[in-house]
T-cell receptor, first 111, second 114 residues
Framework: DQQVKQNSPSLSVQEGRISILNCDYTNSMFDYFLWYKKYPAEGPTFLISISSIKDKNEDGRFTVFLNKSAKHLSLHIVPSQPGDSAVYFC??????????FGKGTHLIIQP | EAQVTQNPRYLITVTGKKLTVTCSQNMNHEYMSWYRQDPGLGLRQIYYSMNVEVTDKGDVPEGYKVSRKEKRNFPLILESPSPNQTSLYFC?????????????FGSGTRLTVV
């Protein structure tokens, strides 16, 4: 049973436009959500996080939105840049347990 | 430089030959964890450790062992590797309750079991 779902394996966006990556979860005990970015041949790097007591967190070009009633979160990247091309993982945590990751979405920024 | 170091980066081995993948962090993190990444399955947690001598199973612990005798090291042991353990492995660490800053991941170990 997949508790964190990223239903789009890939997403193609034009440079300068907004990229929206989506993530759904099923476990209502999750209280912290994170996004990681991964380039080929490197480990994932932390991008942005949000606590379940918030519905929005912003950091520069990156904004994460959380809709608890829908069990849905999204990552917005504005404006998209070529260096944003990577695989993005959504992750969730319930208390002291480790992170549960989604399968990832491959974001491709086209010139 | 603050980092998580995994060794080796690449390993090809034969079925049944015991191997250890080392993981070391220099950030004095309490929490360490091992993940495997497989095509179409994303990152799945194997084992994690909240502190020295405290380890617990993740989602896919079968066929793996870990130990946490020192705070900085968290080796992953495959006593009898099998081809279905061919994967890309990542070690990660963080401060306890350090989710605000995410985990720091190592660069990965690509293991092939033939």
């Amino acid at each position: 049973d997949q508790q964190v779902k990223q239903n789009s394996p890939s997403l193609s966006v034009q440079e300068g436009r907004i990229s929206i990556l989506n993530c759904d979860y099923t476990n209502s005990m999750f209280d912290y959500f994170l996004w990681y970015k991964k380039y080929p041949a490197e480990g994932p790097t932390f991008l942005i996080s949000i606590s379940s007591i918030k519905d929005k967190n912003e950091d520069g070009r990156f904004t994460v939105f959380l809709n608890k009633s829908a069990k849905h979160l999204s990552l917005h990247i504005v404006p998209s840049q070529p260096g944003d091309s990577a695989v993005y993982f959504c992750a969730a945590s319930a208390g002291a347990d480790g992170l549960t990751f989604g399968k990832g979405t491959h974001l491709i920024i086209q010139p | 430089e603050a980092q998580v170091t995994q060794n080796p980066r690449y390993l090809i081995t034969v079925t049944g030959k015991k191997l250890t993948v080392t993981c070391s962090q220099n950030m004095n993190h309490e929490y360490m964890s091992w993940y495997r990444q497989d095509p179409g399955l994303g990152l799945r947690q194997i084992y994690y450790s909240m502190n020295v001598e405290v380890t617990d199973k993740g989602d896919v612990p079968e066929g793996y062992k870990v130990s946490r005798k020192e705070k900085r090291n968290f080796p992953l042991i495959l006593e009898s590797p099998s081809p279905n353990q061919t994967s890309l492995y990542f070690c990660a660490s963080s401060f306890a309750g350090g989710l605000n800053y995410g985990y720091t991941f190592g660069s990965g170990t690509r293991l092939t079991v033939v």
